[in-house]
């Protein structure tokens, strides 16, 4: 399910596509975890079209759970992967665009800024997950966001729970959110509950008027919640009932 996203040149904070750094650079963060507590995650990932892939190979082929940078990249290399660029016509002019002012603002918003983060509830009622993202547009080069980091941008208990999160990576690595809200759930809390908790830690210790964080979470038996500091994060519930996206409820309403 991450894979056509990573691969869809429209969307310009994911995969293919997606936005640079400040320098000119795509680096892509991503992370898997399955029912089994397995995880792999790859950081600062270059010229590879689908991170969440070689996340996987991480998690499945080596002792360890992140790869980075230029090591990240001979391992998906060594694993088949090929070396693609990842720039578009569209994000080669806004980025030439962007250069004209060069103005650093390492703040993201609802516009700029998102990621694919995923929850999976299989048959036998075994949960997994993965998120996927370029991160932050026109970020110092070297930046890594939550996405990549398990507990921050994705955290899966079988026995519980899973959470994903996506806007400001910076916020939810400050506050662990989707290790946060697993716990949460461990606690007794609603997945809704849960993300609201979360969201509003955020917003209690930094200022958030302009910047975006929101969180998706399911719990064991299925149920699920969102939630997310500004308007306009929406998600889409699949199973085999319904194929249906929500608007997820926020903090600030306009
Ligand atoms: N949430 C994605 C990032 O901040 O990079």
């Known amino acids: 399910a991450i894979m056509p996203?990573?691969?869809?040149p429209k969307d310009m904070s994911v995969g293919y596509g997606g936005r640079p750094d400040r320098e000119g650079v795509v680096t892509l963060d991503a992370c898997i975890m399955d029912s089994e507590g397995n995880a792999g995650s790859v950081t600062f990932l270059q010229d590879i079209m689908h991170p969440i892939s070689v996340a996987r190979k991480?998690?499945?082929?080596?002792p360890h759970v992140i790869l980075s940078g230029d090591g990240a990249k001979q391992f998906a290399l060594e694993q088949g992967f090929d070396s693609?660029?990842?720039?578009?016509?569209?994000s080669r002019k806004e980025f030439k665009q962007w250069l004209k002012e060069a103005k650093y603002r390492p703040v993201s918003n609802i516009e700029n800024h998102d990621t694919i983060g995923l929850l999976a509830l299989d048959k036998e009622g075994h949960l997994s997950g993965g998120c996927s993202t370029s991160g932050m547009a026109y970020k110092l080069h070297g930046r890594v966001g939550d996405s990549p980091i398990i507990g921050a941008g994705l955290f899966?208990?079988?026995?519980i729970g899973a959470a994903t999160a996506t806007g400001v990576g910076e916020m939810v690595l400050k506050t662990l959110g989707s290790f946060l809200i697993v716990e949460l759930m461990r606690s007794g809390k609603s997945p809704q509950e849960a993300?609201?908790?979360?969201?509003?830690?955020?917003?209690?210790k930094y200022d958030c008027k302009d910047i975006q964080v929101g969180y998706i979470a399911m719990n064991k038996k299925g149920e699920f919640g969102a939630y997310a500091i500004q308007a306009g994060f929406s998600y889409t519930v699949t199973s085999a009932k319904m194929n249906e996206i929500f608007k997820a409820k926020s903090f600030f309403t306009q």
């Open 84 to 90: 693609v660029d990842l720039f578009t016509d569209q």
């Open 195 to 204: 993300c609201e908790i979360a969201v509003k830690r955020v917003i209690d």
């Open 156 to 159: 899966v208990d079988d026995e």
């Open 58 to 62: 991480v998690m499945e082929e080596t």
């Open 5 to 8: 996203v990573e691969a869809d």
